[in-house]
């Protein structure tokens, strides 16, 4: 006979073992071991909220301090590998098997592990695709996650950082998982509830907030005058001739200038009102002297960011903010807007091929994607219209009797040499080696050629969509791969040609003066500058102050 509910009795056995042990929705910080030995069965699929920025750092202490003896070969299912507690999980055996999505700063020590055989990587997802399978073949067995605050009733309020929390907490809850929430305090009510009680089993409150990760901040400071440049050529060579409304920006030092040139140099050429209207971002601090000149209409986000809390809540026709004037945000919603709703995704790398192939996982750091494989891939299953979609579609057809369609804008936007003078620029990825070592039938590849549509250096902008074929593609990068080997070995003629065609284009082509490209101007020049901006709003971490 067939048994339907073997999921809901594993589910009751493992909350029986905790209620021998005196354990019940409130636990005490000192006996989380207890709760985790008694609830989390060798083998099992485990996701720990590592996110960009909001970690159940508590938990994962915890989880890394459990009898290896006891819990062992865990499988885990986590956007973020963030934490060296993560690292210590599968250096100690508690686990084996790892789906994510990005590894920031634990990127070197993933890749020793995978060399040293201690560590089985799945798959680099994407977030929203990792977000997809746990609704399909990834569903978490036990979650352990971070909220703000909760009630008596285990309601949870998740602030600003909500982020992963919703898509990891309704996938467990409702496959019969268990839930386990580190909070910052109990609260008699809650400004807002972001997940039922009813979905959560067991709320602990950690000894100190949970960490998080000001992962957005950059300091205006250290944004040089080839980011300068390179910004400038954007905005007069991408923005303003597709009529860019709908965006995203990634993590970088070249995109915060270009937030930081909106009010000034996109100002001055009539671009207000025109470009950069609608944002699926995180609050970037640079984006501040924009929004208060007027250039943003809306921003979507992915997380918030440490010191924005006041500036969001004062600013809620731009925001998504509650009654109580905190933001929501959302990563897998806005993951699905940077994907469908935005005509652009400009980001960097740290690797370009010939055929404008581009990855972060390199030899010796397996850093992730994060979302730009959403961000920065053509939505073919989009059909609504904008003028800048429209174009490009119209640009990448030439002309050429076949179904019209339109196309997104995917820009990868690099020095040429990174730090440490390591090309960005290469004839073969590292990702086929790495991939080869991490037992893959691909290499992992963070955004495919056939969907980026521009590259830009400090020596200009190669124009993908109207390239005949693939020579002509190479050509057009090796065009603004500079001193490159990649670079050095352009056909020159060949590239003059593309020049003429305006596939290549140097910023004299587009009326942009190299003298006028220095910081000032930029709308801000310091984090100080910032807090001023924003009126006094803006409280950046200890870090980010030096006055």
Known sequence: MSVWNAHQKNR???????????????????????????VIEPGDR???????????????????????????????????????????????????????????????RMAALVNAGKIRINAIHTYLELFARYFVDLTPKVALIAAEAADRDGNLYTGPNTEDTPAIVEATAFKNGIVIAQVNELRDSLPRVDVPGGWVDYVVVAPKPNYIEPLFTRDPAQISEIQVLMAMMVIKGIYAEYGVRSLNHGIGFDTAAIELLLPTYAAELGLKGKICTHWALNPHPALIPAIEAGFVESVHSFGSELGMEAYIAARPDIFFTGADGSMRSNRAFCQAAGHYACDLFIGSTLQIDLAGNSSTATKGRIAGFGGAPNMGADARGRRHESPAWVKAGEEARQGRDIMPRGRKLVVQMVETFREH?????????????????MGLANPPVMIYGDD????????????????????????????????????????????????????????????????????????????????????????????????
């Open 12 to 38: 009751g056995a493992r909350k029986d073992r905790a209620a021998a042990l005196g354990l019940e929705r409130q636990v005490p910080a000192g006996r989380i071991a207890d709760l985790l030995h008694a």
């Open 46 to 108: 485990v996701c720990m909220e590592g996110n960009n920025q909001k970690q159940a750092d508590f938990l994962a202490r915890a989880l890394a301090a459990v009898d290896v003896a006891r819990i062992h070969d865990l499988h885990l299912v986590q956007s973020v590998v963030a934490l060296p507690e993560h690292i210590a999980l599968f250096d100690k055996g508690i686990a084996r098997e790892l789906d994510f999505s990005f590894s920031g700063p634990q990127g070197t």
């Open 452 to 547: 980026v549509t521009h590259i830009v250096t400090e020596e200009g902008i190669a124009n993908l969509l109207p390239c005949r074929d693939a020579a002509e593609r190479e050509q057009a990068i090796r065009g603004v791969a500079g001193y490159t080997a990649v670079g050095l070995g352009r056909d020159k003629a060949k590239v003059e040609e593309l020049r003429g065609r305006g596939i290549i284009r140097r910023p004299e082509d587009m009326g942009v003066s190299r003298r006028r490209a220095n910081r000032d101007l930029l709308a801000a020049r310091t984090v100080k500058d910032l807090v001023l901006a924003s009126g006094g709003l803006y409280n950046p971490p200890s870090r980010f102050r030096n006055w």
């Open 421 to 437: 003078m390591e090309p960005a620029f290469v004839e073969r990825l590292d990702a086929w080696e790495l991939g080869a070592a």
